[in-house]
């Protein structure tokens, strides 16, 4: 038997996921949307993809967990706290869903379903199954807890997004004092390419990348770590947005 599939959020992680334009989605923007509504979107759907931004990822769980199909996964691709996540985890079980805490580990252009995925929760295996099913190509369980897959994504941001931040606050200084040429050739390598790819990405992504920032932030309060840099990062991704 197939697996079908839906998606909350169409977005551009939805769509690289997308084995087919044609696929049901739902999204808050609705020339993105498939269908009208997102019970259409979910009707009959044993596979469920969340990919919302972070500050929209609860109301996603619980919206949606008013209309899954009993049994069917959600796989809650969002970049939020692991504390965030077990919240959705225990909306979506509570409606008869099956929630898989899943942590998307690098750009999804240009791999899409060859993508990185870490998994992990208590059904992990028919998550694997179906996740294969539908052409994920690279995916590694990481735990029997909805939580472990997010902690690994969220602390490693720490690094990913703050050198972001580092990149636009040096660049910013560099352009000031009228010496970016020279600092980007003292720092060796290929920084002039770097620099520039970070600050695309923050352009692009910032709004997205803040709001995951701030579920960082709460996953280290949570470890009894001071976000100190996570918080200039939030900053810094907020200010570069377009």
């Not at 965030?84 to 899943?102: P, Q």
Request: glycine share 8%; hydrophobic share 50%; net charge negative.
């Amino acid at each position: 038997m197939g697996v079908g599939l839906a998606f909350v959020g169409f977005g551009e992680a939805g769509r690289a996921f997308a084995p087919a334009s044609s696929v049901p989605a739902f999204d808050i923007d609705p020339a993105r949307s498939t269908t009208a509504t997102l019970a259409e979107a979910l009707k009959g759907a044993t596979a469920i993809l969340s990919v919302v931004t972070a500050d929209q990822a609860p109301d996603a769980a619980q919206e949606a967990a008013g209309c899954l199909t009993k049994g069917a996964l959600y796989f809650d691709m969002n970049s939020v706290s692991p504390e965030t996540k077990k919240e959705a985890a225990a909306v979506i079980e509570a409606a008869g869903g099956r929630y898989v805490d899943v942590a998307v580990m690098s750009p999804v252009h240009p791999e899409k379903r060859g993508t990185p995925l870490f998994v992990s929760g208590p059904h992990n295996a028919a998550a694997l199954d179906a996740l294969s099913a539908l052409g994920f190509t690279n995916v590694r369980p990481v735990g029997d807890e909805v939580g472990q897959a997010s902690s690994i994504k969220m602390i490693r941001s720490v690094m990913i997004k703050g050198i972001e931040a580092l990149t636009a606050e040096m660049i910013m200084a560099a352009r000031a004092a009228d010496v970016e040429t020279e600092v980007l050739i003292s720092l060796g390598g290929d920084w002039t390419a770097k620099a520039a790819y970070n600050l695309e990405r923050m352009q692009a992504h910032g709004r997205r990348r803040a709001a995951e920032m701030v579920e960082v932030a709460k996953t280290l309060e949570a470890l009894g770590v001071v976000p100190v840099m996570t918080n200039g990062t939030i900053v810094w991704q907020q200010e570069m947005a377009a």
